[in-house]
């Protein structure tokens, strides 16, 4: 719980923002997006001369199995659009990387809001461009978060954020949300940083603060326990 000290109350007018996704793509054959003209395949994992990559333990030394065999990366392809990654690994699965928000603004950002009819618009978007079945597009992971106009200065309301439940906030920097605050738990982490600040470095033009509260599910099981397994669930439950 956040207590805001002052006569001033904060934004009220708060939507819910679905962000980062994680996606298992079931029954799509890759041919289907290696066709696609929006996307542009570069292989990982593998070189030209097809000699995969071994993988490096904290000795920087070749990671071996419980075996004593070496191991190795698993080759994938991968292609861009919007600030989405589709990744199609050597067996054929699929997944799709990133966030909604972004490629709502064509990838450029996601400071600002993005109500649940923008949600669904993306969502038909993907439908159209790329042959996906959003019954069929299974959650890994989501992300949600608010934007909130607060009455203080985002900075100062960080500094003052010490404990979600009962664990820590701790600082975390990162290359592409700056510095914030994080908090972990078993199933889900909490976030919560300066948004405008973090855009205005790259160059955008914010004039009112944003404070930013996300919400990272790293594991399926509460979604689940409210039928939400896939895209199309969360259409269908509605987040207003």
Known sequence: MFVFVGTQKPHTNITLLID????LVKDLHPSILEANPLLIF???????????FPVMDANNKHAKDKQGQLLFKTPYKNGFYNGLE??????GTIT???????YYNSGAHNFNDFDFKAFLNV????????????????????????NITPPKPTNQILEYCFLHKTKNFEYRINSD???????????????????????????FDINTEIL?????YTKMERL?????????????????
């Open 177 to 203: 949300e700056g510095k914030y605050k994080q908090c972990e738990h078993t199933q889900y982490i909490i976030k919560i940083y300066n948004k405008a600040l973090h855009y205005k470095l790259k160059g």
């Open 86 to 91: 589709f990744k199609i690994f050597e067996n």
């Open 20 to 23: 980062l996704v994680k996606i």
């Open 212 to 216: 930013r509260f996300e919400i990272k």
């Open 123 to 146: 969502l038909n978007d993907l439908k159209q461009k790329f042959s996906i079945d959003l019954n069929l597009c299974v959650l890994r992971c989501l992300e949600i978060g608010i």
């Open 96 to 102: 799709i990387n990133g966030s909604l928000h972004k």
């Open 224 to 240: 689940n326990k409210l039928g939400v397994y896939n895209l199309n669930d969360i259409a269908k439950l509605g987040f207003k």
């Open 42 to 52: 570069e292989q990982r994992n593998i070189s030209n001369e097809g000699f995969l």
